[in-house]
Nanobody, 124 residues
C-alpha cells in the first residue's frame, strides 16, 4: 500500500519562509508526478503546486506563483515545497499527494494517495 509522508509544517511570521517535504513508500517515487494541496478552515481543499515525475515541469496556483517553489531532491526520493513571503492567507493544512501517473494535474481526483497533512500557520 502506498503511503505519503509529509514533514516541515509549523508557525512562521508574515513574510517568512518554510519548506515542506514529502516522500512516498510502497511505489517507485520517480514514476509519479506529485502535488501539494491545502485546506484552510471552512474552505475547500485547493491546488497549490505540482511537479511531474522528471522534475522538469511544475505548475502553480496563481495565489502562490512567484512565492512558492516545488522541486524534487537530487536523489528524486523527496519532493519539497519551498514557501517564501508567506501571508496570513497561506495558513492552512497542507497535503502532499501522489499522482495517478507521471503528468501533473490540478484536479484532486487525479491523485490516489494522500498524506495526513501538516499545519502551516502564518502569524503577525
Amino acid at each position: 500500500q502506498v503511503q505519503v509522508h509529509e514533514s516541515g509544517g509549523g508557525t512562521v511570521q508574515i513574510g517568512g519562509s518554510l519548506t515542506l517535504s514529502c516522500s512516498i513508500s510502497g511505489a517507485p517515487f520517480s514514476t509519479y508526478a506529485m502535488g501539494w494541496f491545502r485546506q484552510a478552515p471552512e474552505k475547500e481543499r485547493e491546488f497549490v503546486a505540482a511537479i511531474d515525475n522528471s522534475g522538469d515541469t511544475q505548475d502553480y496556483a496563481d495565489s502562490v506563483k512567484g512565492r512558492f517553489t516545488i522541486y524534487r531532491a537530487s536523489t528524486k526520493t523527496t519532493v519539497h515545497l519551498q514557501m517564501n513571503s508567506l501571508k496570513p492567507e497561506d495558513t492552512a493544512v497542507y497535503y502532499c499527494a501522489k499522482d495517478r501517473g507521471s503528468v501533473i494535474t490540478r484536479r484532486s481526483r487525479g491523485y490516489d494517495a494522500w498524506g495526513q497533512g501538516v499545519q502551516v500557520t502564518v502569524s503577525s
